[in-house]
């Protein structure tokens, strides 16, 4: 079994307060192993968004514990917890959250920016990040100028630039196409299996199952269910695949 880079244990969280406390969480465990791509599926409102945010740091759990790579959330306050995102800890967005007025590379050199990492080798390595994921020609493009795909990998190469043990993604193709987002699911897949990240991505879209190593089913909070897809290499979901 590989190395756990993100373990949820016993983890609960509560939102809002008084008479509108919801417990989005009750007493979460989970390991998000490196060389693998977990994928995190339940219905509208199952707690799949405040799971990923828990994890990434983004949220402190109400109660139990968040490991990332061996260092424990727990106690941290918000200056560590944003720490340990930024050293750890890599995200995708659905709606990508790119600045319009800023180019492909000063895009993704923004998550090196918030590291210390400027000048000419920052921006070799943001570069690099893009090329890997074949925007190579687009690395002067702004937003505007791109396609949603690219507009998701330029997103994605933000995401890796600075090397992260972890990716977790929130709903990544649920603004593209069928082509794209099968495209994307592959990137993703490839980078869990060729870096040994840890990959998490939260989704509804049970056509995307063959990309996954593991599936997480959540229902009103808890864990339910986990399911073994694919312990080989990623797969093209085709429709004869039957997922």
Known sequence: MTEAIIEAKNVSKNLGSGAGQVTALKDVNLSLRGGELTMLMGPSGSGKTTLLSVLGCMLAPTSGMVQVCGISSEGANVEQLATLRREHVGFVFQQYHLFPTLTAAENVQLALDLRGERGTKAKSRSFDALAKLGLAQKILSYPRELSGGEQQRVAIARAIVSDPSAILADEPTAALDGVNGQAIMRILASIAKA?????????????????????????????????????????????????
Not at 229 to 237: E, H, I, M, Y
């Open 195 to 243: 870096s040994g990240r840890g990959v998490l991505v939260v989704t509804h879209d049970s056509r995307l199952t063959s990309f996954a190593n593991r599936i997480i089913y959540i229902e009103d909070g808890r864990l339910v269910g986990e399911e073994i897809v694919n312990a080989g290499t990623p797969k093209l979901l085709t429709a004869a695949s039957g997922r």
